[in-house]
C-alpha cells in the first residue's frame, strides 16, 4: 500500500470520528430551556432604606424673595403723555412713574370751580336774606307791641267812658275787636319768628355749597390718578408703558419690588422644624460671595403641607445696599440642639432627570420609579427629604437601565 493511500483512509477516520462526536453533542427532546426565563427579568440588586443621624449643623437651602412686591394699576383711562421710569430703576414712594394726558379733566375744573362759586353766592345771599327776614319780623314785633300798648290803654279810656255813660256799647265793642286783632297778629309775627329760628332756611343752599365741594374733592382725587404713582419705594421689575399708549382702568403699568428688606423662604422637614422651635433669629449665607446675614423668623408654619410632607419657614432680613437679589438662593444655618435621624440611601442609587430626583424601589417582582427629594450628603450617603418612609428596599446595582414598571429579580448581596 502506497503512503497517499494511508495517508487518505487515515483523514477519512478521522473525519467520521468528529461527525459521531457532534451528533452526540446535540439537544435532546424535552430538555428545559432556562435562559428564556432569565431574560424575561433583569437582575439586580437591592437594599434597604437607612436611617442616620447628622451631627453636623444643618445647611438648608433657602429662596431670596421681595419683602412686599405690589402691581401698579392704572385707575383712569387716557393717553401716556410722560414716562418717566423705566424697568429697573430704583422709585420711592409716592414717585411719579408716568403721566396721563389731562385736557380734559382741566376743562371738568372749570365747570367744578363755576360750580362751587354759584353756590357759595346763593348760600351768602341766602344768609342775607334770612338775617333782613329776622330783622324785619323784629321790627314788626316792636311795632306791633307799641300799637298794642297804645290800643290797651285807648280801651281801657273808652270802657271807662262806657262806664260813666258817655258813649255807646258798639263803640266799646269796635275797641274790642281793634284790640283782639292786634293781639293776633302780635303772635303771629312771633311764630314767624320761632319758625326761622326753630328751622333751617338755609339747607337748600347749604346742600348746593356742600354738592360743589364734594365734586372739587372728587376731581382732586382723580386728577391724582392721572399722575401714576410708586405705592411703595422699590425696584421696578416690570414696566412695559410708552408714551402714546392709551390706558384703561384696571390695566397693570408696573411692578414694584421692595428690596431694601427681602425675606428667606425654605421648606424644612420634620426633623429640621423641631430643632427650628423657639429660634428667633438664624444666620444664612450668600453661596456666590460667602458674606453671611441674619434674618428674623417671621414665619413658622405649624402644620406640614399635605403633598411635600414639610413646614414652612420664613425669615426677614434687612437688605439697605440691595446686596441679596431676589430670585438667588441662600445657604441657612440651622442650629440643631439634638442630633436628628433622617433617611438616607446611597448616593449612586438616585437618578437625575430634568431637574428631578429619582429612586428606584423594588415592588414585589417589579420596580417602582420614586421621585424624591434630596437633602445633605455624608459619606457617600444621600438624605431623603421626602418621597420615602423608610420600608422601601432601593436598587442599588442596575439602575440606570431600568424603567418604571419592569420586572428585575433581586440577586442576593
Same mark, same amino acid.
Given at each position: ?5 494511508h495517508h487518505m483512509k487515515l483523514m477519512a477516520v478521522i473525519l467520521s470520528s468528529a461527525l459521531l462526536a457532534a451528533g452526540c453533542g446535540g439537544p435532546k427532546t424535552g430538555q428545559p430551556a432556562n435562559a428564556s426565563v432569565d431574560a424575561a427579568s433583569k437582575v439586580v440588586r437591592a437594599a434597604n432604606v437607612q436611617k442616620i443621624t447628622w451631627e453636623e449643623q444643618a445647611a438648608l437651602a433657602g429662596e431670596v ?50 360750580? @362751587?362759586?354759584? $353756590?357759595?353766592? /346763593? !348760600?351768602?345771599? #341766602?344768609?342775607?336774606? %334770612?338775617? =333782613? ?68 332756611? @338755609?339747607?337748600? $343752599?347749604?346742600? /348746593? !355749597?356742600?354738592? #360743589?365741594?364734594?365734586? %372739587?374733592? =372728587? ?195
Open positions: 500500500m502506497s503512503v497517499s493511500t424673595t421681595p419683602f412686599l412686591e405690589l402691581d401698579v394699576t392704572s385707575k383712569v383711562s387716557g393717553d401716556v403723555t410722560r414716562v418717566l421710569k423705566k424697568r429697573g430703576d430704583l422709585v420711592t414712594k409716592d414717585e411719579t412713574i408716568l403721566e396721563i394726558e389731562k385736557i380734559d379733566m382741566n376743562r371738568e375744573k372749570e365747570k367744578v370751580d363755576a360750580s @362751587l362759586v354759584s $353756590a357759595t353766592e /346763593q !348760600l351768602d345771599k #341766602a344768609r342775607k336774606d %334770612l338775617a =333782613d327776614s329776622k330783622k324785619e319780623i323784629d321790627l314788626s314785633i316792636a311795632k306791633a307791641d307799641l300799637s298794642l300798648a297804645e290800643l290797651e290803654r285807648d280801651y281801657a279810656k273808652l270802657r271807662n267812658q262806657y262806664d260813666e255813660g258817655l258813649i255807646e256799647k258798639n263803640q266799646l265793642r269796635s275797641m274790642e275787636t281793634r284790640l283782639e286783632q292786634a293781639r293776633l297778629d302780635l303772635e303771629l309775627l312771633h311764630d314767624k319768628k320761632r319758625t326761622l329760628e326753630t328751622s333751617n332756611p @338755609l339747607s337748600q $343752599a347749604e346742600y /348746593q !355749597l356742600r354738592s #360743589a365741594q364734594l365734586s %372739587l374733592e =372728587d376731581w382732586q382725587r382723580s386728577m391724582t390718578y392721572y399722575d401714576i404713582k410708586s405705592p411703595i419705594s422699590g425696584v421696578l421689575t416690570y414696566m412695559p408703558m410708552e408714551e402714546g399708549m392709551t390706558l384703561q382702568p384696571g390695566l397693570q403699568v408696573g411692578k414694584i419690588q421692595q428690596q431694601d428688606k427681602v425675606k428667606i423662604k425654605a421648606q424644612l422637614t420634620e426633623a429640621y422644624w423641631q430643632a427650628a422651635q423657639g429660634q428667633e433669629k438664624m444666620s444664612f449665607v450668600q453661596p456666590g460671595t460667602g458674606e453671611a446675614f441674619e434674618g428674623k423668623v417671621i414665619y413658622l408654619s405649624s402644620t406640614a403641607d399635605p403633598q411635600t410632607k414639610t413646614f414652612e419657614l420664613q425669615l426677614g432680613a434687612e437688605n439697605p445696599e440691595c446686596r441679596l437679589k431676589p430670585g438667588t438662593r441662600v445657604q441657612l444655618n440651622l442650629a440643631q440642639s439634638a442630633a436628628a435621624p433622617s433617611l438616607a440611601v446611597p448616593l449612586e442609587t438616585v437618578v437625575e432627570e430634568n431637574g428631578a430626583s429619582f429612586v428606584y424601589i423594588v415592588k414585589e417582582e417589579h420596580v417602582e420609579k420614586r421621585q424624591v427629594e434630596t437633602g445633605r450628603v455624608k459619606n457617600k450617603l444621600q438624605e431623603i427629604v421626602s418621597g420615602l418612609d423608610g420600608s422601601e428596599r432601593i436598587i442599588t446595582q442596575g439602575q440606570m437601565r431600568l424603567k418604571d414598571g419592569e420586572r428585575v429579580t433581586v440577586a442576593e448581596q
